[in-house]
RNA sequence: GGCGACGUAGCCAAGGGGUCAAAGGCGGAGGUCUGCAAAAUCUCUAUUCGAGGGUUCAAAUCCCUCCGUCGCCUCCA
């Protein structure tokens, strides 16, 4: 049994989902008017991991992460640029698949657009102003009356009348009730326009997520994720919204990540305290960056800074090396069979993430097994090693997406540069051991300082001396 | 102001009434291996879990107080 914690009942519960073995996902995705950072990442690769977990201990998954490809923000950007909406929006949606793929997180089964969603989006406000749970104001805007869903704020923990009394919110005269929230924006001038029932306009913030979730996974889908700081008030709206709509809340569970904080804050484009994914996987390498963001549990905030980013990235090229090492020896590891060791160890970490998701515990029991394929290969023990190796690389490393390439951060690529300096290397390597059968160790050192300042770490195994591009 | 989370070794981070003299990663010390290194491996590196009270046969784990950090309440993943 799979438990996860839902932010809607604050408890850890066993995922029970509408369909047997079948998990339906939504995770809000990002607003594209910039390149994405760490800060976006962090949901998408938590819910890619949490999906491949699921489909390795047998689930269907149908997964959906939308793009918000119209807001003030992408309008802004394309004001300032003096370029259309459309072509920010595009722009970076193509950069988003650019970097996500950088992380090595799949495509999920579905990314809607908000703006391909539009005729959905003006049904299902109409519907919902036919009952009475939305309103046009004289000027063209529509807005969702907060008042007639019961039970609104208890996602977030809210008290409407806590809420009203913070008069934080919007203070807008054309609004019923200053909680109120809109549905659809009536057009200023230059602003780019959809035709609706009343008025040339745009669509309001919540209503997409709500209207593409339930056109692609349908009235209530198992999960819905996102970052924590979506739950007040998006995820509150979005149920309100189903439940004017389908008289039900659009999911069974409710999964929320904890914010990356840099600097002090929550990482966030207004604040400018933000690093980007494809510099961070520049410097930190894929595996090193997935490995950090699994370091932490997802629900807790983690900090971003250096020293533990460098860690994982340390700690993956240890992987990388072990792993490396066995697949010098076996080109073509075939298929272990199952033993008890092996079984234990899939065991411990299936449970791992089988409470509420827990990848640090999981990786503890992944790092117990890199130590014992290095024990098997120093014992020669290859059949323990490709029992080993298949659970790093083919399962563990599987399920979390990481250890899919060949090394993290070195490339070893055989191009013909690659082949020149292979032979240059191999050349040295054989002077240095001819000092060493003749003991002229210091010329041998030598040599070997010299590589290593290029770089090149020299590694004397008992199969001969061996290298490696660091 | 309201709601919520958290404070565990040098750093990162699990655990969440007894099996914890507390997993794992990074770092550090020492051993094995090596001509020496490197890599790998082994041992050690928190008698203690922010501080102070309390409950209990038993607490890092529950309760209270205090100190500190952070999130949400506004666009945000």
Same mark, same amino acid.
């Given at each position: 049994m799979?438990?996860?914690?839902d932010?809607?009942?604050?408890?850890k519960?066993?995922?029970?989902?509408g369909?047997?073995?079948v998990?339906k996902?939504?995770?809000?995705?990002p607003t594209v008017?910039?390149y994405?950072?760490?800060g976006n990442?962090?949901?998408?690769?938590?819910?890619?991991v949490?999906?491949?977990f699921?489909?390795?201990v047998g689930?269907?998954?149908?997964?959906?992460?939308?793009?918000?490809?119209i807001?003030?923000?992408?309008?802004?950007?394309?004001n300032e640029?003096?370029?259309?909406?459309?072509t920010?929006?595009?722009?970076?949606?193509?950069?988003c698949?650019?970097?996500?793929?950088?992380?090595?997180?799949?495509?999920?089964?579905?990314?809607?657009?908000?703006?391909?969603?539009?005729?959905?989006?003006?049904?299902?406000?109409?519907?919902?102003?036919?009952?009475?749970f939305?309103?046009?104001?004289?000027n063209?805007?529509?807005?969702?009356?907060?008042?007639?869903?019961?039970?609104y704020?208890?996602l977030?923990?809210?008290?409407l009348?806590?809420?009203?009394?913070?008069?934080?919110?919007?203070?807008?005269?054309?609004?019923?009730?200053?909680l109120?929230f809109?549905?659809?924006?009536?057009?200023k001038p230059?602003?780019p326009?959809?035709?609706?029932?009343?008025?040339?306009?745009?669509?309001?913030w919540?209503i997409?997520?709500s209207v593409?979730s339930q056109k692609?996974?349908?009235?209530?889908?198992?999960?819905?994720?996102?970052?924590e700081?979506?739950?007040?008030?998006?995820?509150?709206?979005?149920?309100?919204?189903?439940k004017?709509?389908?008289?039900?809340?659009?999911?069974r569970?409710?999964?929320?990540?904890?914010?990356?904080?840099?600097?002090?804050?929550?990482?966030?484009?207004?604040?400018?305290?933000?690093?980007?994914?494809r510099?961070?996987?520049?410097?930190?390498?894929?595996?090193?960056?997935?490995l950090?963001?699994?370091?932490?549990?997802?629900?807790?905030?983690?900090?971003f800074?250096?020293?533990?980013?460098?860690?994982s990235?340390?700690a993956?090229?240890?992987?990388?090396?072990?792993?490396?090492?066995?697949t010098?020896?076996?080109?073509?590891?075939?298929?272990?069979?199952?033993?008890?060791?092996?079984?234990?160890?899939?065991t411990?970490?299936?449970?791992?993430?089988?409470?509420?998701?827990?990848?640090?515990?999981?990786?503890?029991?992944?790092?117990?097994?890199v130590?014992?394929?290095?024990?098997?290969?120093?014992?020669?023990?290859?059949e323990?090693a490709?029992?080993?190796?298949?659970l790093?690389?083919?399962?563990?490393?599987n399920?979390?997406?990481?250890?899919?390439?060949?090394?993290?951060?070195?490339?070893?690529?055989?191009?013909?540069e690659?082949?020149?300096?292979?032979?240059l290397i &191999?050349?040295?390597?054989?002077?240095?051991?001819?000092?060493?059968?003749e003991?002229?160790?210091?010329?041998?050192?030598?040599?070997?300082?010299l590589?290593?300042?290029?770089?090149i &770490?020299?590694v004397d195994?008992?199969?001969?001396?061996?290298?490696?591009?660091?």
């Amino acid at each position: 049994m799979i438990y996860i914690s839902d932010t809607l009942t604050k408890s850890k519960v066993p995922l029970e989902t509408g369909q047997p073995n079948v998990v339906k996902m939504y995770v809000c995705g990002p607003t594209v008017y910039n390149y994405i950072h760490i800060g976006n990442a962090r949901p998408m690769v938590v819910f890619d991991v949490f999906r491949r977990f699921l489909e390795f201990v047998g689930y269907k998954v149908v997964m959906a992460q939308n793009f918000t490809d119209i807001d003030d923000k992408i309008i802004n950007q394309a004001n300032e640029w003096g370029v259309d909406w459309k072509t920010v929006a595009d722009t970076f949606i193509a950069e988003c698949y650019h970097d996500a793929q950088l992380l090595g997180i799949r495509t999920a089964n579905f990314h809607p657009r908000t703006t391909d969603f539009v005729e959905d989006i003006i049904n299902a406000i109409a519907k919902m102003i036919d009952n009475d749970f939305a309103y046009v104001t004289p000027n063209g805007d529509a807005y969702f009356s907060v008042r007639k869903v019961n039970d609104y704020g208890r996602l977030s923990g809210k008290k409407l009348d806590e809420l009203r009394s913070g008069a934080r919110v919007d203070v807008n005269e054309l609004k019923i009730d200053p909680l109120d929230f809109v549905l659809w924006k009536s057009a200023k001038p230059g602003e780019p326009v959809w035709n609706s029932p009343w008025g040339k306009g745009r669509p309001g913030w919540h209503i997409e997520c709500s209207v593409m979730s339930q056109k692609l996974l349908g009235d209530m889908f198992d999960i819905h994720g996102g970052g924590e700081d979506l739950i007040f008030p998006h995820h509150e709206d979005e149920i309100a919204q189903s439940k004017a709509l389908t008289g039900k809340p659009p999911a069974r569970y409710w999964m929320h990540n904890g914010m990356i904080i840099a600097r002090g804050d929550k990482m966030s484009k207004s604040l400018r305290n933000t690093f980007m994914v494809r510099e961070a996987v520049r410097k930190f390498g894929k595996d090193g960056v997935r490995l950090f963001l699994l370091s932490k549990h997802y629900r807790s905030p983690m900090e971003f800074f250096d020293a533990p980013l460098d860690d994982s990235s340390k700690a993956a090229a240890r992987v990388h090396a072990t792993l490396y090492r066995f697949t010098e020896k076996y080109n073509y590891p075939l298929v272990p069979k199952y033993d008890e060791e092996m079984n234990d160890y899939q065991t411990r970490f299936i449970e791992a993430l089988s409470d509420d998701f827990n990848t640090p515990v999981a990786l503890s029991v992944l790092f117990n097994v890199v130590r014992e394929l290095n024990k098997a290969m120093d014992d020669g023990n290859d059949e323990r090693a490709l029992k080993m190796y298949h659970l790093i690389k083919r399962v563990f490393g599987n399920m979390l997406g990481i250890f899919d390439g060949e090394t993290d951060k070195v490339q070893r690529v055989e191009s013909e540069e690659m082949q020149t300096l292979d032979t240059l290397i &191999r050349g040295i390597i054989e002077m240095r051991n001819n000092f060493r059968k003749e003991k002229q160790y210091e010329m041998a050192d030598k040599l070997r300082n010299l590589l290593g300042e290029s770089k090149i &770490r020299l590694v004397d195994t008992p199969e001969g001396t061996k290298y490696e591009l660091y």
